[in-house]
Each structure stands twice: as structure tokens, then as C-alpha cells.
């Protein structure tokens, strides 16, 4: 009975020495949570646009290649997932922002273990797919992350398996960087990826139109223009869009009433400067008269980056009161009116995308009719008439005197 009793023990002994030796690695391979470590696992989408840019309908959607470092390679999108996507909401202006939080993705990844996965880190590398939102106005941000996943083991005891332990990004040498050896990496708290929209502005029109009094104006006085633009800016380190150049032309037109159509009647030259943001008539100014407008982006040669500002002055039109308004995106923009006859007017707005855009100056013709040319100046009228009755007086009073005069025999 000893013997049996003994060899139980010996028997128990052994099992329990196994067991335990299980239990160990397991224990030893485990990483408990740790509030440390870093959960770097936010994915940032930035559309910067300049003013008068919105996103169009259907919103700009956006993909993002992850690329396994091998020897440990993981697909994602994982498990027959879509691509990895954010979509920026149609309408959205200035400085556009979504973001997607990738812990779900590694989540998955650690409940169904592809290939056997194990206790350690996982790495990808992250970028955006050039092109993928299929808009020809939008510029990529080419930056590449480094993204590293470390998986831990779960105790037995607590249910077994592969969680996630720590989330880690790092920049990545950029392609022109000037010293390629000495890149040192940084750590990041999110992978942020800037993009920028600048499409083409909608047409842009000078337009000059005689009201009041017009009858009695001369509709063919040209009245003179002065005018700048400038091209929208974005802060550093984006790169900002420029104005056609170094020179480039618009088109002046009117509308032809007998034919029924417009026709053009002349080009206005204008010069860019050296970089790109400014750019005014070549000439320094140029003329329009009543029913033309000048115009720009009709063409490809004219086309003006959206967000581009104007400045357009009438230059003191002789006998002319001149008023304007200011048509941005089809909505209203600033009104105004010279402080009097031949004062010159000075009106700006901004350039958008959509919508017709406008700087439409009238005129109205100083105009005196003829009795009010008498009232306005009847205090004049009265004087002088005064003094013609008086001279009238005088003289007949000298010549009675004259007459009766005796005559020397």
C-alpha cells in the first residue's frame, strides 16, 4: 500500500512540475497593460482649401496604403475588410478635418491571429494613395509612417490569446531629404496626412453699364480702369497657387443687339509678377464702355486659381457719379458709391470656385435740364437783370437830358 502511495506522489509531483513549467512561459511571455505606453492610433485627414473653395458634391474621399514589414507580415485591410478610407463631407471649406481611429483594425487582427500570430511587434508602412480621390484639383501629401503594433499574450487564466499592448508611430526619411545618413525619426502621437484643394475660380467679370440719364450721355466715352490681383496664400509649409503668367490676356466683350450675341471687342495684356502672385494690366490700366465687360477664365489661358482677390478702381469718370457692387460665388459681396461727380470708386471681393463672380460699375450721367438750369441759378439771372434795368434807367434819364439841352443860336 506504501508503494502505491508513494509512486501516487512521485506521479502527482511530476504532474504539478509540468504543469507549472507551462504556466511559466506563458507568464513570462505575458505584458500587462501598461498606461505608458503609447496608443498612437489615430489616422488625420486635412483638406486645406483657400477662401472661395468648397469641397463639391459627393464629399473627397481618401485611401491609405498600409504595407507590411516583412518577416512578420500582416494584410491590411485584414480579414476581407475594405480599403482604409476618410471622406471629407461635400460643402466643407478652409481647413477640412476627419479622422478614424485604427484600434478596431488591430483588435481584429489580434482575435483571429492570421498565420499564427505571436507575443512581439508588427510593423507596416503607411501612406496615402496618390490620385484616390479621383479629384484632378487635389494635391497628395507624400509623407510615410512608420507604424508599429506590439502584441502580448493573454493568460490562460484570464481567457488566452493575443491582445494589443502598445501603438507606435515614427516619421520616416522624407525622399528629398538633403542628408540622407543623418535622419534621425521621430515619434508621433497620430499618423496626420495634409492635403490641398485649389481648383480653377468660376469666371470673373469687369462689367461698365450707363444709367441714369443715359439719353443724354455719350455712350461711347470710354471710362478708365485700374485693377490688381493677387493670388490666394496658404500658411507654410503648403504650397500656394499662382495667377497665369508671366503675361496673359482677357477678352473684352459686348453684346452685338442686331445679331443677337456677343461678340468680343478687344484683349486687355496682363503682366505676373516674378513669383506668381500678383498680377495688373500691362498697360496700367484699361477702358470699357457702356455694355462691355472684361473678362477672365473663359479660357484655359485666363483661368484664375479660386481664392484670388481683386482690386478694381474707376478712375475719376468726368461728369459721371459711378457706384458699384460686388458679386462673390453668385452671392452679394460689398456695395459702394463715389463721394460725388468724377470721385473715383475702389471695390474688392474674393474670386470663388463657383458662381459667377463680378465688379459691375454703373455710371450716372450729371445732367441738368434746362428750367432747372434756370431755378439752380435764378439768383444770378435776377441780379443780372437788375443791373440791366439800372444801365436801361441811367441811360434814358442822359439822353432826356441831352434833348432838353438849350441850342446855341
Do not use: C
Not at 458634391?57 to 496604403?65: A, D, M
Not at 490641398?196 to 453699364?209: G, H, M, Q, R, W
Amino acid at each position: 500500500m506504501k508503494k502505491y502511495f508513494n509512486k501516487f506522489v512521485l506521479t502527482f509531483a511530476l504532474s504539478l512540475l509540468l504543469a507549472v513549467g507551462a504556466a511559466v512561459p506563458a507568464m513570462a511571455a505575458e505584458v500587462p497593460p501598461d498606461p505608458e505606453l503609447p496608443m498612437s492610433t489615430i489616422l488625420r485627414k486635412t483638406l486645406e482649401m483657400p477662401e472661395g473653395v468648397a469641397v463639391p458634391e459627393g464629399g473627397l474621399t481618401f485611401t491609405f496604403n498600409f504595407a507590411p514589414v516583412a518577416p512578420n507580415a500582416i494584410a491590411i485591410p485584414h480579414g476581407g475588410a475594405g480599403p482604409v478610407q476618410i471622406t471629407i463631407p461635400a460643402g466643407a471649406t478652409g481647413s477640412a478635418t476627419q479622422f478614424i481611429d485604427l484600434t478596431g483594425i488591430f483588435s481584429q487582427i489580434a482575435t483571429d491571429q492570421p498565420d499564427n500570430l505571436q507575443a512581439g511587434p508588427r510593423e507596416w508602412i503607411v501612406t496615402e494613395v496618390a490620385g484616390s480621390s479621383s479629384n484632378p484639383d487635389v494635391t497628395y501629401d507624400t509623407s510615410s509612417y512608420r507604424l508599429i503594433v506590439h502584441f502580448r499574450n493573454i493568460l490562460p487564466i484570464n481567457g488566452g490569446g493575443i491582445s494589443v499592448a502598445a501603438v507606435e508611430v515614427w516619421t520616416m526619411e522624407p525622399a528629398d531629404y538633403p542628408d540622407p545618413g543623418d535622419y534621425e525619426p521621430t515619434k508621433l502621437e497620430e499618423m496626420h496626412f495634409i492635403n490641398e484643394l485649389y481648383p480653377d475660380a468660376a469666371p470673373f467679370i469687369v462689367s461698365k453699364t450707363i444709367d441714369d440719364n443715359w439719353e443724354h450721355a455719350d455712350l461711347t466715352t470710354p471710362f478708365t480702369f485700374e485693377a490688381t490681383l493677387t493670388a490666394p496664400v496658404m500658411p507654410a509649409p503648403l504650397t500656394s497657387p499662382t495667377l497665369p503668367g508671366p503675361t496673359f490676356t482677357a477678352e473684352i466683350f459686348t453684346f452685338d443687339h442686331a445679331a443677337e450675341t456677343t461678340v468680343s471687342v478687344g484683349t486687355v495684356g496682363f503682366t505676373t509678377s516674378a513669383d506668381g502672385t500678383t498680377a495688373t494690366p500691362t498697360a496700367g490700366s484699361f477702358q470699357l464702355r457702356h455694355g462691355e465687360w472684361l473678362s477672365f477664365g473663359h479660357t484655359a489661358a485666363n483661368s484664375l486659381p479660386a481664392g484670388t482677390t481683386f482690386i478694381v478702381t474707376e478712375v475719376e469718370p468726368e461728369d459721371f457719379t459711378a457706384r458699384a457692387a460686388v458679386i462673390e460665388g453668385g452671392a452679394p459681396g460689398m456695395t459702394g458709391t463715389a463721394a460725388g461727380v468724377g470721385y473715383s470708386l475702389t471695390m474688392s471681393g474674393t474670386i470663388y470656385a463657383d458662381g459667377p463672380n463680378a465688379a459691375d460699375f454703373t455710371n450716372d450721367f450729371f445732367w441738368v435740364p434746362i428750367t432747372g438750369l434756370v431755378l439752380n441759378n435764378l439768383p444770378i439771372f435776377a441780379l443780372a437783370l437788375a443791373l440791366i434795368a439800372v444801365l436801361l434807367m441811367l441811360s434814358s434819364r442822359n439822353r432826356r437830358r441831352i434833348e432838353e439841352m438849350p441850342v446855341a443860336a
